[in-house]
Every structure is written in structure tokens, then in C-alpha cells.
């Protein structure tokens, strides 16, 4: 059976069902999770149903309902293959369970039934849907599809994470060198207090800057994005870049500037005043900041810890290294342009969720990594194509590509439409032949290589910098990306 199109819908959720987790009964398909009681919620097995109104039922409800509204009157007839008078056997008890004069009032109280409420709340358009998670190598579960926050605009950030969460989106992604890690914990309090949404519904994820790699600044570092945050704990803290550059040996958070400035006003991003370089504390390696993300596990301050931007050798030391806490999250740069299929594998390989940030290439880059030649994504006539066949835009296109490629994705938006539309990708599939379209669509071309920090021997890609490469300048006077450069 293929594993994109053409396979049969389940009859309960109208999604495809394949062949390792298919039920059939009664010339109908489902799959084994919607193969339940509609009373009892247990999984059913075909020689146990009995079947009213095309609603699935196991004999101990079938037999308790109706005795409870005195319609029942011998279960011992009932009998496997019993569909509502469908089969021979279910001619036989018709008489007995459905009095005839009675059928339209027994329907009449199904309809009359409240509907069970939804414990989110979700925009009429979007659609809660389990498949919207992932369980993690530490047994917590993440949903797929979150909202990412780097470059989002100071004053639009909280109200998009706002909007986020209303619309059903229960994965937040932010880091402090973002900027606006305050601004979302004020939202976040604010959707507390309003009864949207409880803290432990949500999956917070952050990540630890490079200026703060020593194993003795790692904890000031979650402490003050638990602080801007609001929160007493994070679900996910990941270590941002494995090089510790921009870093000059000392603490930096997001009060002492996300800027860039020379290293003797200590911000987020120091140059030297001299080389005008970032500065690149050397002495430290990420095998050390790792055994101090650990600690922080085992204190309580976060659930689970990740990586970012880490190559496959460098996280094969990360494994080799670990003591308590494996990594569950890899956090890199991802789209069809750079779709990184063997650094995926890889992560699946050890059980290690690989999540994209970018998904959609960031059309919005900043201009420092931006050149004339970049190839436009939803430019893409394919793409295009895909999107009017299945009436979404070229953005719900690549992301439910990511999604049947096996990444997380976090894109990134403050207009409301868009977020919800980034999140309503869980009503169809892509074919075998439109993914492997979307597979030809891989060239290498990476848009965040930041060649400012290949100072530092933790580099991640540097094999894809030119020969003869020389480390530029830091951009001096670049603000945060949701800022205006100086």
C-alpha cells in the first residue's frame, strides 16, 4: 500500500489509514485508535461490536444503554456481526432491542445529548488534532507545529503569542537574545489569568546564548529567561549556537543589550575594539556547558534539554558524553532548499526530535544575511501548484512537506492569518510524487551561516565556507533583529 495517497480513509477521523495499523468491519476501515466503544472509549476487537446508528459499541455498554432506557431485552441474542440489521443475526434481535415505536424517540434524546466541550480554546477554523505531537526520548510529549518569535517586532510578539494560543497552538519558541522574551511572559500572564490556557498545557521552549557556554554562567542564563519569562520552569532549554562566540567569558542576558558593542559594555554580542571581530571565548567547549544543562534538569528548571545549529559530529560528543539526560530536541536551520536528509536521519536514528526554524526560508531574513541571488521559495512554481490543488497557500504546502518528512517546524508570524493558517496543515496529505518533487528542491543553500563567529575552533559549517575565507567584521551598531539597526 503507498505510503502518500490512495490509501483507504479511516470512517471515524477521514484520515488515511495504512496497512500495520488498519481495522475493518463491516466493509468499513478504521484505524485501530478509532476502533473504540463510543461509551467506554476502549479499543474494540471485531468479534466483540455491536453497531447502532453506525456508532461503534462493545457489549457491556451496548447491554447497560439499553437496559437503562428499558429498550433492551435479551443480550444473549446479540452476536458478533450484529450491524443494525445488516446481517442475519442482527434480524433476529431487531424485534427485541429496536421496538419500532420507540426508535424516534431513542434518536431524539441522542440528538438532545450536549456536545462535549473542548478544553482549549480554538479558532472556528482550526481544528484540535492529535497529530499535532510528539513523544520525546524522556516520555514528555511537544506538539509539531509551533510559533517561532526570532525577529518578531517589539510590540506585535506578545500579542501574536497571544493570538498563538487562542487559535490552538500550545508550542512556544523564543531565546533571549531575541529580545522579547519579557514581552511574551506579559502575554503569557495574561492568558493565565484569563483562563485560556494553564502553564502546564503549554511547551515553553528557550535557549541558552553563547556568550554564557561556562558552566558557571549557564544557570544565570536560564534565571534571567525564567525571569523575563514569568515562569518558574521551561519545558525545553537548548543550547542556541555550539560555539562560544560572540562571548567574552563574563554573563550577558538580554538586560545588558542585545546588541552589538564593544566588549567593555558587556552586552549579548561583543566585538573586539581592536580586530573589531566578535569576541570568541576559546577556552570554553560545549561538552562542558552540557554537564551544567543537565543540572539543570535535575533541578527542576526545565524538563528537557536540546541543541541548536550543532553538526552531526558534534552531537555524536554530546551523546558520548552525556551521563543522565540525552538530548531531545535538535534545533537547526531546515527547508526544502536545505533539507538536511542525513543529519535528519541521523536524529531519528538516536531518538532525537529534529525541529526546523526557518521551515519557510525567513523571506525576512536580516539583511546581513541576505545576497542578490537567493533563491525565493514561494516563488516556487511547484509549490505554487501544490497549493491551488489543495486549496492551501505555498506556506501550509512546506510546512505539511516538513511534517511527512519527520521534522518539527516553528515558523515564525505576528499577522493573525497567517498564524492561523501555519498551524491548519493536519487535512491532507501530500502525494508519493509531490514530496519526492519537494526532495529535488534541495541544493544546500543555507541562509543563516553567520561567518562572523568562525573564529571559534566549535564552528559548525565550516565546511561550506570558501577557500581563503577570512572572518568579517562584526556588524557594529546591529541591534536585535526586531530593532532598528543604530
Known amino acids: 500500500m503507498p505510503r502518500f495517497g490512495g490509501a483507504p480513509k479511516c470512517k471515524e477521523c477521514k484520515k488515511s489509514v495504512y496497512a500495520m495499523e488498519m481495522m475493518k468491519y463491516d466493509e468499513q476501515v478504521y484505524h485501530k485508535n478509532c476502533f473504540k466503544c463510543l461509551e467506554c472509549k476502549k479499543t474494540l476487537q471485531p468479534t466483540s461490536v455491536a453497531m447502532m446508528s453506525g456508532q461503534l459499541y462493545c457489549k457491556e455498554c451496548f447491554k447497560k444503554m439499553f437496559k437503562a432506557r428499558g429498550k433492551y431485552d435479551d443480550i444473549t441474542k446479540i452476536v458478533p456481526g450484529t450491524h443494525g440489521g445488516k446481517s442475519p443475526g442482527a434480524k433476529k434481535i431487531g424485534a427485541s432491542v429496536f421496538h419500532k415505536e420507540k426508535k424516534a424517540v431513542v434518536r431524539e434524546q441522542e440528538k438532545k445529548q450536549p456536545e462535549k466541550k473542548v478544553k482549549e480554546f480554538v479558532q472556528p477554523n482550526v481544528k484540535p488534532n492529535t497529530k499535532n505531537i510528539i513523544q520525546l526520548n524522556n516520555g514528555m510529549k511537544m506538539p509539531l507545529v509551533g510559533l517561532g518569535t526570532?525577529?518578531?517586532?517589539?510590540?506585535?510578539?506578545?500579542?501574536?503569542?497571544?493570538?498563538?494560543?487562542?487559535?490552538?497552538?500550545?508550542?512556544?519558541?523564543?531565546?533571549?537574545?531575541?529580545?522579547?522574551?519579557?514581552?511574551?511572559?506579559?502575554?503569557?500572564?495574561?492568558?493565565?489569568?484569563?483562563?485560556?490556557?494553564?502553564?502546564?498545557?503549554?511547551?515553553?521552549?528557550?535557549?541558552?546564548?553563547?556568550?554564557?557556554?561556562?558552566?558557571?554562567?549557564?544557570?544565570?542564563?536560564?534565571?534571567?529567561?525564567?525571569?523575563?519569562?514569568?515562569?518558574?520552569?521551561?519545558?525545553?532549554?537548548?543550547?542556541?549556537?555550539?560555539?562560544?562566540?560572540?562571548?567574552?567569558?563574563?554573563?550577558?542576558?538580554?538586560?545588558?543589550?542585545?546588541?552589538?558593542?564593544?566588549?567593555?559594555?558587556?552586552?549579548?554580542?561583543?566585538?573586539?575594539?581592536?580586530?573589531?571581530?566578535?569576541?570568541?571565548?576559546?577556552?570554553?567547549?560545549?561538552?562542558?556547558?552540557?554537564?551544567?544543562?543537565?543540572?539543570?534538569?535535575?533541578?527542576?528548571?526545565?524538563?528537557?534539554?536540546?541543541?541548536?545549529?550543532?553538526?552531526?559530529?558534534?552531537?555524536?560528543?554530546?551523546?558520548?558524553?552525556?551521563?543522565?539526560?540525552?538530548?531531545?530536541?535538535?534545533?537547526?536551520?531546515?527547508?526544502?532548499?536545505?533539507?538536511?536528509?542525513?543529519?535528519?536521519?541521523?536524529?531519528?536514528?538516536?531518538?532525537?526530535?529534529?525541529?526546523?526554524?526557518?521551515?519557510?526560508?525567513?523571506?525576512?531574513?536580516?539583511?546581513?544575511?541576505?545576497?542578490k541571488d537567493d533563491p525565493e521559495l514561494f516563488e516556487d512554481k511547484s509549490i505554487i501548484a501544490m497549493g491551488k490543488k489543495y486549496s492551501k497557500s505555498p506556506a501550509q504546502i512546506v510546512l505539511r512537506w516538513h511534517i511527512q518528512a519527520g521534522h518539527s517546524a516553528t515558523p515564525k508570524s505576528v499577522t493573525p492569518s497567517r498564524i492561523v493558517e501555519n498551524i491548519d496543515i493536519f487535512d491532507f496529505e501530500l502525494s508519493r510524487a509531490e514530496m519526492d518533487t519537494i526532495g529535488k528542491m534541495n541544493c544546500g543553500w543555507r541562509m543563516l551561516l553567520w561567518p562572523h563567529t568562525a573564529s571559534h575552533p566549535d564552528y559548525p559549517f565550516k565546511d561550506e565556507l570558501p577557500y581563503g575565507f577570512k572572518v568579517p567584521p562584526a556588524p557594529a551598531g546591529l541591534k536585535a533583529s526586531n530593532e532598528s539597526k543604530a
Open 150 to 371: 526570532w525577529k518578531s517586532e517589539l510590540g506585535k510578539t506578545g500579542k501574536a503569542v497571544y493570538h498563538a494560543v487562542k487559535s490552538g497552538y500550545r508550542l512556544i519558541d523564543t531565546a533571549n537574545d531575541y529580545n522579547n522574551e519579557a514581552e511574551i511572559g506579559e502575554y503569557l500572564q495574561k492568558l493565565f489569568k484569563e483562563g485560556v490556557v494553564k502553564r502546564e498545557e503549554l511547551f515553553i521552549q528557550a535557549k541558552l546564548w553563547n556568550s554564557n557556554h561556562r558552566a558557571d554562567l549557564v544557570k544565570g542564563d536560564l534565571m534571567a529567561t525564567l525571569k523575563d519569562l514569568q515562569l518558574s520552569y521551561i519545558d525545553s532549554f537548548v543550547i542556541h549556537w555550539p560555539q562560544a562566540c560572540p562571548g567574552a567569558g563574563t554573563l550577558a542576558v538580554r538586560t545588558n543589550g542585545s546588541f552589538t558593542a564593544p566588549a567593555k559594555q558587556n552586552t549579548m554580542f561583543p566585538y573586539d575594539e581592536e580586530s573589531k571581530t566578535y569576541c570568541s571565548d576559546n577556552d570554553t567547549h560545549f561538552a562542558e556547558t552540557w554537564g551544567a544543562m543537565e543540572k539543570l534538569v535535575d533541578e527542576g528548571l526545565v524538563k528537557s534539554i536540546g541543541l541548536s545549529n550543532f553538526n552531526k559530529a558534534q552531537i555524536q560528543e554530546i551523546l558520548s558524553i552525556t551521563k543522565k539526560h540525552k538530548p531531545t530536541i535538535l534545533q537547526n536551520e531546515c527547508h526544502p532548499y536545505l533539507q538536511q536528509k542525513d543529519l535528519v536521519d541521523f536524529c531519528h536514528f538516536h531518538g532525537i526530535v529534529f525541529q526546523a526554524y526557518s521551515p519557510l526560508s525567513s523571506k525576512d531574513r536580516p539583511a546581513m544575511f541576505r545576497k
